[in-house]
């Protein structure tokens, strides 16, 4: 089994169980002690799990991850993608963002754009753009989670159901590998489902890392997005979810710069 296959699997046990131990995963993949504790090592410089004596625990879910965290976790993958996300919108049109740090760098990357308008239920990103030329900057009304900046709630969605975008742009906590997109907080998802069902051209942006965590509410399936921005190549399966729903996958390279479409 190769490295990043057992690392998988490591994780994949720790979405059942709340801890592994050192000496039974050597035994169980049949590999020395020392490379268990490098690949815990590795999953935990990652984020993807915390390291114990003798073992690992798996991670209190993302959202009790402080959202500061959780901006810096994957931060140049996140980079990478907002600017390929705003690569495909031009200027002269209409957008709604979501709540989170990958829809952040979206917004950053949007800055040069002009005449466009820009509304969204993340706080943070309408002050980053308060002062950046040609822009209609218009803040989601409802109440506001002070630990991250996001308006939720019913207000939020009446809000949204106002408008007719041209592009809809979110982030999510979880993608699972049949196509499920999810999150964890169901005034959250209510928000972002208002977001997609408003939008002429709907896009996902969200790190490999996503599949590596699980969460209950469901926004959407990947077949009702038409992009999804990664870093990664996701699992076969939610590949041919997408290919299913003509949705494209469209990747980062390495370093950020290409855009690659993933086949079929």
């Known amino acids: 089994m190769r490295m990043d296959e057992r690392q ?3 994780l994949n046990i720790l979405k059942g169980e709340a801890s592994v131990e050192v000496e039974a995963l050597s035994a169980r993949f049949d590999v020395t002690t020392q490379t268990i504790r490098q690949d815990l090592r590795d999953l935990d410089d990652r ?8 073992g690992a625990r798996r991670l209190a879910q993302l959202a009790g991850r402080a959202y500061a965290d959780r901006r810096g976790f994957r931060g140049q993958e996140k980079r990478a993608i907002g600017e390929l996300a705003a690569s495909l919108i031009p200027d002269n049109c209409s957008l709604t963002l979501n709540i ?3 829809t952040e760098q979206v917004a950053r990357a949007l800055e040069s754009h002009h005449d466009i ?4 239920n993340n706080i943070n990103i309408v002050t980053m753009l308060s002062g950046t030329m040609g822009k209609e900057l218009v803040i989601v009304g409802g109440k506001v989670r002070q630990s991250d900046g996001a308006v939720v709630g019913e207000d939020a969605v009446e809000f949204i159901n106002r408008f007719k975008v041209d592009y809809a742009v979110i982030g999510a906590s979880s993608l699972d590998t049949d196509g499920a997109i999810l999150d964890f907080d169901a005034q959250e998802v209510s928000v972002a489902r208002a977001i ?4 002429r051209t709907r896009m996902l942006v969200a790190d490999a890392s996503k599949f590596d965590v699980s969460a209950p509410v ?3 399936n990947v077949s009702e997005i038409d992009y999804v921005i990664t870093d990664a190549p996701p699992p076969s399966d939610f590949a041919s979810a997408a290919n299913a729903g003509q949705t494209k996958i469209l ?12 086949a079929d």
Request: proline share 0%; charged share 20%.
């Open 8 to 10: 998988a699997a490591i």
């Open 47 to 54: 984020g993807l799990l915390r390291r114990t004596h003798g």
């Open 218 to 220: 469901r926004i959407c």
């Open 100 to 102: 989170g740090t990958t």
């Open 196 to 199: 997609l069902r408003n939008a």
């Open 117 to 120: 308008m820009v509304i969204s």
């Open 251 to 262: 990747l980062t390279d390495s370093e950020g710069a290409d855009l690659v479409e993933a």
